[in-house]
C-alpha cells in the first residue's frame, strides 16, 4: 500500500528526473548553440575579409584587361576568380541561412530546456517584512520626482546639442551656382565667357619672346599632345593631353606651373576603341575642358567623358560611345548652371545619331538629351544670355540651332551652313554669328520661335570666311581669320567689309581681343597685336618659339597659351 | 552546476552573432555587357500581386478571435497555461507567418498619416488592427499584450530570471514611451517615415532577415529581455502608452485574487513587470503643508514645462525635418551645390537627373520645415505634459488597502494568480466539482 508520503517522494524525484533531463537539454543545446555560431562566424569573417580581397584582385585584373585586351590568359584568369567568387558566395549564402536557421531552432531548444528546468526548480515566494513603510513610501516620491528632472535635463541637452547643428538655409540658396561675374573674371571653356573670346582683363602683355624668356613668368612641359586649350580658374590651369593608349586631364597651379596633378581617365566601356586612329590633324584630345569653379570636366573623341574635383579626384566618368566622326570629334564642352553641355554630332544627318547631351556635372547623370538633324560637325556650342533667358547656340550643317539649355527644348533654328562646319558660333552685338566655312558668314536676330530662316537672318557675307577659326567681335566690329592668313572686318549692324589684311602666315588659333586690340596667334607661335580700327594696324609682334595650334586664355595680367609640348604663362615677371 | 549567468552571456552572445550571420548580403548581378546577355526580368519583383483581401479579412478574424481569447483565459478562465498557448500561436501567426505586419503599434501610423495626407487610402484592416485592441482593452485591460502582441510574445518567451526595476526608475524610463509614440506620430503625419516600422527590433527575426544594425539591438533588447522582462513594452512601446491610458478605465480589470486579498504578501514579487502595488500605509503627518505646497508648485510648473517643451520641440524642426525624405535630399543637394561635398548620392544623382529646378526641391523642403515646426511645438508641448504629469503624481497620497494588478502597467499574462492561496482554493474546488460531475457521469 502507498502512503501519501511515498507519492510526494516518487513526485519529487520525478521532478528531480524531469529536471536533469530538462537541464541536460539545455546544455546540449547550448554547445550545439555554440559551434553552429562558431562556424556561422567564421563563414561571415570569410565573406567580410576573405572576399573583398579577392574581389579587389578581380578589379584589378578588368582594369588591366584594358591595357591588354588581347590577353586570353589574363581573360582566363578573370573569367576563373569571378566564377569562385560567385560560387562561394552562394556557398556562403546558404550556410549562413541554414546555419542561422539551426542556429535559431537551438537556441528555442535551450530556452525551453532552461526554462523547463527552472519550472521544475520552482521556489517558493518569500514574503519580506519592509521595517519602515512611510519613509519607503516618501522616499519612492521623492526619487520619481528627481529622475524625471533628470530625464528632463537629458532631454534638454539633446535639444541643446541638435539645435546647435549648422543651419542650412535655403532661402539664401537660390544662387548657389556660378553668377555672371564669376563666369566673367574666369576663362572657363574654350573662348572663354560665352566663347567670345574677349578677354575680361586689359591689362594682357603685349610682348614677350619665348626664346630669350621675356616675360614667360613659367614653362611647364605637357606630359601628352593635344590640340586643345587652356582653361583658367583662379589660380589653375588646365589642360587635356592623350594619344592612343592614354587620355589625361593635367591641372597647373598658374603661380609656379607646376603640374599639380594629372588624372587618367579611365573607362572600361571604352576598352574596345584603344585601336581608335585619329585623323592627325585634330588629335586624340582636340575638346577644350570646361569648368564651374569646383570641378572640371573633360571629353576625349573615345566617347570618354569625365568630371574631377580640383585636387584631381575623379568624381564621375561615363562612356558615351565612340562618335563616329570623320575628322575625329574635337566640340568643346560648355557648362550651364549644374549642366555639362556636350554637342555629340556625328555620322550623317540621316543616321539619326547627333544629339545634344546635358550631364549633370556633380553625377555624370544624363538630364536631358536631343535628338540633332545634323552630320558630324566640329564647332563648340556656347551658352549666352539675351534678355535675362539663356540661349545654347549650336552650329552644324545646315543648321543654327538655339536650345533652352536647361531642357534642350529648341527655340529656334536658322538653315544657312553646309559641310564640314568648324567655326564656332558667338553672339556679339544682339546678333548670333555663324559660318558655313569658306562660303558665308551669317547674322542672325535671335528671337523667335521654330524655323526662322525667312525671318531671322540680318545679313550675309561672303568674302574671306574662314574655315577653322571662330571669328572675334567688339560689337560693332567683327573679325573673321582665315586659316591661310587672311584677316577681315565687318561690320556688325549691316555686314558692310571695311578692310581686309593678309597676314602671310597660317592659323589654327582662333582670335582674341583685349580691349581694343586684337590678338592674333599663328600657328608659328607668333603672335601679331593689332589695333581694333577702321584699318588693321599693327602694335606688336611676340614670338614663342614653339608651334601652336590652341587659342590663348587669358586672366588678370596674363596669357596662357599651348604650345605643341610647353604651357605658357606670359605676364609681368614682377 | 548550471549557472544562469553564463548561460546567458552564451545566449546573448550567439543570438549577436546570429544576427550577423543574417545580414549577410546578397552578391551583385554579373557584368554582361559585351557579351549582350540579357538579365532575367525582374517582373517578379515588380509585378508582386497584392496579397489577397480574404487574407486580410481572416487576419482581422484571427484578431477578434484572439483578442476574445486572452480576454476570456485571463478574466473568466484565469489560467496563465492557456495564456500562454494563445501567445505562443500568435507569435506564430502574426510575427513569423504574417511577418509582423499589419499590427497595431505600425497602425497608429498609417491612421496618423490618413489624417493628415487625404491622398493616402488607409485600409479596413490597418483601422481595425489599430481600434479593436483598443476597443477590448477599454473591457478587459491589456489581454492584447498578454496573448496576442508578437512583439510581447517574442519577449515573454525569454524571460529568464527578472530583476525588479524600482518604480520610480520605471515611471521615468515609460518617458522614453510617450517620446517614441509623439515622434512616431509627428513623422508619420508629415510623411516623412513610419519610424516604428523602420525601427521596429524584432521584424528582422520574424522575417528571418534584416539590416545587420536593427538585428543587433533586437538581439540586445532580447537579452535584456532575460533580466528585464518586456522591455520593450514596458520602456518603449508607444502603442503601449495609449493601452495604460485605456486600461486604467476598463469595465472589468485583472485581479490577482479571485476573491477578497487576505494580503498575505505571497504574489507580491511574483509579477516580473512590477505591475503589483502594494497596500500603502497611512501617509505621515509631518511635512504634510510642505507636500501640499510642493504639489501646489508642481501644479504651476505644468504650463511653463508644456510650453517649453513646445519652444523645444520647434526649435528642433531642422533636426525633425531631416527624417523627410524631400528635406535631405534638399540639404545633400545644398551642400553638393556649395561644393561642401563633392561626391553625390544615388538619391541626388537621380534628382539632378530629373532636371526639376534645385529651388522647387528648397521650395518644398522648406515647407516641411514649417510642418515640423508646428508639429514640433505639438510634439515639445505634449512630452512636457508627461514629464509635468509624472513630476506630480509622485506628489498626489493615494490609498490602497489590497494588493493589487495595477491596471495601467498589468500586461494580464496571468503568472500572479498561482501565488494566490485564494485561486488555489478555486482551482481545488473546481477540480473537486469536475471530479464529482465525472462521478456522477459513471
Ligand atoms: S497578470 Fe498582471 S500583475 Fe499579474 S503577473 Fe501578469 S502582469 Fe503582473
Known amino acids: 500500500m502507498t502512503t501519501k508520503y511515498d507519492n510526494q517522494n516518487s513526485d519529487k524525484s520525478m521532478k528531480a528526473s524531469w529536471y536533469e533531463a530538462a537541464k541536460g537539454g539545455a546544455v546540449v543545446a547550448g554547445v550545439f548553440s555554440v559551434i553552429i555560431l562558431g562556424l556561422l562566424v567564421l563563414n561571415y569573417l570569410?565573406?567580410?575579409?576573405?572576399?573583398?580581397?579577392?574581389?579587389?584582385?578581380?578589379?584589378?585584373?578588368?582594369?588591366?584587361?584594358?591595357?591588354?585586351?588581347?590577353?586570353?590568359?589574363?581573360?582566363?584568369?578573370?573569367?576563373?576568380?569571378?566564377?569562385?567568387?560567385?560560387?562561394?558566395?552562394?556557398?556562403?549564402?546558404?550556410?549562413?541561412?541554414?546555419?542561422?536557421?539551426?542556429?535559431?531552432?537551438?537556441?528555442?531548444?535551450?530556452?525551453?530546456?532552461?526554462?523547463?528546468?527552472?519550472?521544475?526548480?520552482?521556489?517558493?515566494?518569500?514574503?519580506?517584512?519592509?521595517?519602515?513603510?512611510?519613509?519607503?513610501?516618501?522616499?519612492?516620491?521623492?526619487?520619481?520626482?528627481?529622475?524625471?528632472?533628470?530625464?528632463?535635463?537629458?532631454?534638454?541637452?539633446?535639444?541643446?546639442?541638435?539645435?546647435?547643428?549648422?543651419?542650412?538655409?535655403?532661402?539664401?540658396?537660390?544662387?548657389?551656382?556660378?553668377?555672371?561675374?564669376?563666369?566673367?573674371?574666369?576663362?572657363?571653356?574654350?573662348?572663354?565667357?560665352?566663347?567670345?573670346?574677349?578677354?575680361?582683363?586689359?591689362?594682357?602683355?603685349?610682348?614677350?619672346?619665348?626664346?630669350?624668356?621675356?616675360?614667360?613668368?613659367?614653362?611647364?612641359?605637357?606630359?601628352?599632345?593635344?590640340h586643345n586649350s587652356p582653361v583658367v580658374w583662379g589660380d589653375r590651369v588646365f589642360l587635356t593631353g592623350a594619344n592612343k593608349q592614354k587620355r589625361q586631364v593635367y591641372c597647373f597651379d598658374a603661380i609656379s606651373g607646376k603640374l599639380l596633378w594629372q588624372a587618367d581617365m579611365i573607362n572600361p566601356a571604352s576598352a574596345a576603341d584603344k585601336t581608335l586612329d585619329m585623323y592627325e590633324d585634330t588629335g586624340y584630345a582636340a575638346s577644350t575642358v570646361a569648368t564651374d569653379g569646383r570641378r572640371v570636366c573633360a571629353i576625349f573623341p573615345t566617347g570618354d567623358v569625365g568630371c574631377f574635383d580640383f585636387e584631381g579626384k575623379k568624381l564621375w566618368s561615363r562612356n558615351l560611345g565612340t562618335p563616329d566622326s570623320m575628322y575625329g570629334y574635337a566640340s568643346s564642352l560648355a557648362m550651364y548652371q549644374n549642366l555639362l553641355l556636350i554637342q555629340y554630332d556625328q555620322a550623317t544627318a540621316d543616321d539619326n545619331k547627333?544629339?545634344?547631351?546635358?550631364?549633370?556635372?556633380?553625377?555624370?547623370?544624363?538630364?536631358?538629351?536631343?535628338?540633332?538633324?545634323?552630320?558630324?560637325?566640329?564647332?563648340?556650342?556656347?551658352?549666352?544670355?539675351?534678355?535675362?533667358?539663356?540661349?545654347?547656340?549650336?552650329?552644324?550643317?545646315?543648321?543654327?540651332?538655339?536650345?533652352?539649355?536647361?531642357?534642350?527644348?529648341?527655340?529656334?533654328?536658322?538653315?544657312?551652313?553646309?559641310?564640314?562646319?568648324?567655326?564656332?558660333?558667338?553672339?556679339?552685338?544682339?546678333?548670333?554669328?555663324?559660318?558655313?566655312?569658306?562660303?558665308?558668314?551669317?547674322?542672325?536676330?535671335?528671337?523667335?520661335?521654330?524655323?526662322?530662316?525667312?525671318?531671322?537672318?540680318?545679313?550675309?557675307?561672303?568674302?574671306?570666311?574662314?574655315?577653322?577659326?571662330?571669328?572675334?567681335?567688339?560689337?560693332?566690329?567683327?573679325?573673321?581669320?582665315?586659316?591661310?592668313?587672311?584677316?577681315?572686318?565687318?561690320?556688325?549692324?549691316?555686314?558692310?567689309?571695311?578692310?581686309?589684311?593678309?597676314?602671310?602666315?597660317?592659323?589654327?588659333?582662333?582670335?582674341?581681343?583685349?580691349?581694343?586690340?586684337?590678338?592674333?596667334?599663328?600657328?608659328?607661335?607668333?603672335?601679331?597685336?593689332?589695333?581694333?580700327?577702321?584699318?588693321?594696324?599693327?602694335?606688336?609682334?611676340?614670338?614663342?618659339?614653339?608651334?601652336?595650334?590652341?587659342?590663348?586664355?587669358?586672366?588678370?595680367?596674363?596669357?596662357?597659351?599651348?604650345?605643341?609640348?610647353?604651357?605658357?604663362?606670359?605676364?609681368?615677371?614682377? | 552546476m548550471l549557472r544562469f549567468g553564463h548561460i546567458s552571456i552564451c545566449i546573448f552572445i550567439s543570438i549577436v552573432l546570429c544576427g550577423v550571420v543574417f545580414g549577410a548580403e546578397r552578391f551583385p548581378p554579373p557584368d554582361f555587357d559585351e557579351s549582350g546577355h540579357e538579365l532575367p526580368s525582374t517582373d517578379y519583383i515588380t509585378n508582386i500581386t497584392p496579397r489577397h483581401t480574404i487574407y486580410n479579412y481572416l487576419d482581422v478574424a484571427v484578431l477578434v478571435a484572439a483578442l476574445s481569447l486572452s480576454s476570456w483565459f485571463v478574466l473568466k478562465k484565469r489560467s496563465r497555461r492557456s495564456v500562454f498557448i494563445l501567445m505562443v500561436f500568435s507569435l506564430v501567426y502574426f510575427g513569423f507567418w504574417r511577418k509582423g505586419c499589419i499590427c497595431p503599434i505600425g497602425a497608429i501610423q498609417n491612421f496618423s498619416l490618413s489624417i493628415f495626407d487625404h491622398n493616402y487610402a488607409l485600409s479596413v484592416t490597418a483601422i481595425l488592427f489599430l481600434i479593436l485592441p483598443l476597443i477590448f482593452t477599454l473591457f478587459f485591460g491589456r489581454t492584447f499584450c498578454a496573448g496576442v502582441c508578437p512583439l510581447g510574445a517574442i519577449q515573454d518567451l525569454v524571460v529568464l530570471r527578472p530583476i525588479k526595476v524600482p518604480s520610480w526608475l520605471e515611471s521615468s524610463l515609460r518617458l522614453f514611451a510617450y517620446i517614441y509614440l509623439a515622434a512616431a506620430i509627428l513623422f508619420a503625419a508629415t510623411g516623412s517615415a513610419f519610424i516604428i516600422c523602420r525601427y521596429d527590433l524584432f521584424i528582422s527575426f520574424f522575417r528571418l532577415s534584416g539590416h545587420l544594425n536593427m538585428l543587433i539591438l533586437g538581439c540586445c533588447f532580447l537579452v535584456i529581455g532575460m533580466f528585464v522582462a518586456r522591455p520593450y513594452c514596458r520602456f518603449i512601446?508607444?502603442?503601449?502608452?495609449?493601452?495604460?491610458?485605456?486600461?486604467?478605465?476598463?469595465?472589468?480589470?485583472?485581479?490577482?485574487?479571485?476573491?477578497?486579498?487576505?494580503?498575505?504578501?505571497?504574489?507580491?514579487?511574483?509579477?516580473?513587470?512590477?505591475?503589483?502595488?502594494?497596500?500603502?500605509?497611512?501617509?505621515?503627518?509631518?511635512?504634510?503643508?510642505?507636500?501640499?505646497?510642493?504639489?501646489?508648485?508642481?501644479?504651476?510648473?505644468?504650463?511653463?514645462?508644456?510650453?517649453?517643451?513646445?519652444?523645444?520641440?520647434?526649435?528642433?524642426?531642422?533636426?525633425?525635418?531631416?527624417?523627410?525624405?524631400?528635406?535631405?535630399?534638399?540639404?545633400?543637394?545644398?551642400?553638393?551645390?556649395?561644393?561642401?561635398?563633392?561626391?553625390?548620392?544615388?538619391?541626388?544623382?537621380?534628382?539632378?537627373?530629373?532636371?526639376?529646378?534645385?529651388?522647387?526641391?528648397?521650395?518644398?523642403?522648406?515647407?516641411?520645415?514649417?510642418?515640423?515646426?508646428?508639429?514640433?511645438?505639438?510634439l515639445g508641448s505634449f512630452?512636457?505634459?508627461?514629464?509635468?504629469?509624472?513630476?506630480?503624481?509622485?506628489?498626489?497620497?493615494?490609498?490602497?488597502?489590497?494588493?493589487?494588478?495595477?491596471?495601467?502597467?498589468?500586461?494580464?499574462?496571468?503568472?500572479?494568480?498561482?501565488?494566490?492561496?485564494?485561486?488555489?482554493?478555486?482551482?481545488?474546488?473546481?477540480?473537486?466539482?469536475?471530479?464529482?460531475?465525472?462521478?456522477?457521469?459513471?
Open chain 1, 46 to 226: 570569410q565573406k567580410e575579409l576573405l572576399d573583398p580581397v579577392r574581389a579587389e584582385r578581380l578589379e584589378n585584373l578588368k582594369v588591366t584587361l584594358i591595357e591588354q585586351p588581347k590577353n586570353e590568359q589574363l581573360i582566363n584568369t578573370i573569367r576563373e576568380l569571378d566564377l569562385q567568387l560567385r560560387k562561394d558566395k552562394i556557398r556562403r549564402l546558404q550556410f549562413s541561412q541554414k546555419g542561422g536557421l539551426l542556429l535559431l531552432g537551438a537556441v528555442g531548444v535551450f530556452l525551453i530546456g532552461i526554462k523547463s528546468a527552472k519550472a521544475f526548480k520552482a521556489k517558493l515566494p518569500h514574503p519580506t517584512a519592509v521595517t519602515d513603510q512611510q519613509a519607503r513610501q516618501i522616499r519612492q516620491a521623492i526619487l520619481a520626482r528627481w529622475v524625471t528632472v533628470a530625464s528632463l535635463a537629458v532631454l534638454v541637452l539633446a535639444v541643446l546639442f541638435f539645435i546647435n547643428t549648422p543651419p542650412i538655409d535655403f532661402a539664401g540658396a537660390v544662387s548657389s551656382y556660378l553668377s555672371d561675374e564669376e563666369i566673367a573674371k574666369n576663362w572657363a571653356s574654350f573662348r572663354g565667357p560665352q566663347g567670345s573670346g574677349i578677354s575680361a582683363y586689359t591689362n594682357i602683355p603685349t610682348k614677350w619672346d619665348g626664346k630669350s624668356g621675356e616675360s614667360i613668368i613659367w614653362k611647364t612641359a605637357v606630359p601628352l599632345p593635344g
Open chain 2, 237 to 378: 512601446c508607444p502603442y503601449g502608452v495609449i493601452l495604460r491610458q485605456l486600461s486604467r478605465l476598463s469595465k472589468w480589470k485583472v485581479t490577482i485574487t479571485p476573491d477578497d486579498c487576505i494580503k498575505c504578501k505571497l504574489c507580491e514579487d511574483s509579477c516580473p513587470f512590477g505591475a503589483i502595488t502594494k497596500p500603502t500605509v497611512e501617509w505621515p503627518q509631518i511635512g504634510y503643508t510642505k507636500s501640499r505646497k510642493l504639489l501646489a508648485l508642481l501644479i504651476l510648473l505644468l504650463p511653463v514645462l508644456i510650453f517649453l517643451g513646445g519652444f523645444g520641440g520647434s526649435s528642433l524642426n531642422r533636426s525633425w525635418s531631416r527624417m523627410h525624405a524631400t528635406v535631405r535630399l534638399a540639404e545633400r543637394i545644398y551642400l553638393e551645390n556649395q561644393g561642401l561635398l563633392s561626391e553625390t548620392t544615388d538619391a541626388s544623382s537621380a534628382f539632378r537627373a530629373t532636371g526639376e529646378p534645385i529651388e522647387d526641391l528648397y521650395d518644398q523642403a522648406s515647407v516641411i520645415r514649417k510642418q515640423f515646426k508646428f508639429g514640433g511645438w505639438l
Open chain 2, 383 to 442: 512630452i512636457g505634459l508627461v514629464a509635468g504629469l509624472k513630476l506630480i503624481i509622485p506628489s498626489i497620497r493615494r490609498q490602497r488597502t489590497d494588493f493589487q494588478a495595477d491596471s495601467a502597467s498589468c500586461l494580464a499574462c496571468g503568472r500572479c494568480f498561482k501565488y494566490c492561496p485564494k485561486e488555489q482554493v478555486r482551482l481545488k474546488s473546481l477540480s473537486e466539482k469536475q471530479e464529482i460531475a465525472d462521478d456522477d457521469k459513471i
Open chain 1, 354 to 574: 547627333s544629339k545634344m547631351i546635358a550631364l549633370d556635372t556633380f553625377s555624370g547623370a544624363t538630364v536631358w538629351e536631343t535628338k540633332r538633324p545634323v552630320p558630324g560637325s566640329w564647332t563648340s556650342p556656347i551658352v549666352i544670355k539675351i534678355g535675362g533667358q539663356s540661349q545654347l547656340i549650336t552650329c552644324a550643317e545646315p543648321w543654327v540651332i538655339a536650345y533652352n539649355p536647361s531642357n534642350g527644348v529648341e527655340l529656334w533654328r536658322v538653315e544657312c551652313l553646309g559641310t564640314d562646319v568648324a567655326p564656332s558660333p558667338i553672339y556679339a552685338g544682339g546678333l548670333i554669328f555663324g559660318i558655313h566655312s569658306y562660303n558665308s558668314l551669317v547674322a542672325i536676330k535671335p528671337t523667335g520661335q521654330g524655323d526662322v530662316t525667312k525671318t531671322h537672318i540680318a545679313w550675309k557675307a561672303a568674302d574671306n570666311i574662314p574655315d577653322i577659326c571662330s571669328p572675334v567681335s567688339n560689337g560693332k566690329l567683327i573679325f573673321l581669320l582665315e586659316s591661310y592668313g587672311k584677316l577681315t572686318c565687318y561690320n556688325v549692324s549691316d555686314g558692310t567689309k571695311l578692310w581686309e589684311e593678309d597676314l602671310k602666315t597660317s592659323f589654327t588659333s582662333s582670335p582674341s581681343l583685349v580691349g581694343d586690340r586684337l590678338y592674333l596667334l599663328s600657328e608659328k607661335g607668333i603672335m601679331s597685336i593689332a589695333k581694333v580700327g577702321s584699318e588693321y594696324t599693327e602694335v606688336a609682334k611676340s614670338s614663342l618659339g614653339e608651334k601652336c595650334y590652341a587659342s590663348p586664355a587669358f586672366s588678370d595680367g596674363r596669357i596662357y597659351i599651348r604650345g605643341v609640348e610647353n604651357l605658357y604663362c606670359i605676364g609681368d615677371k614682377n
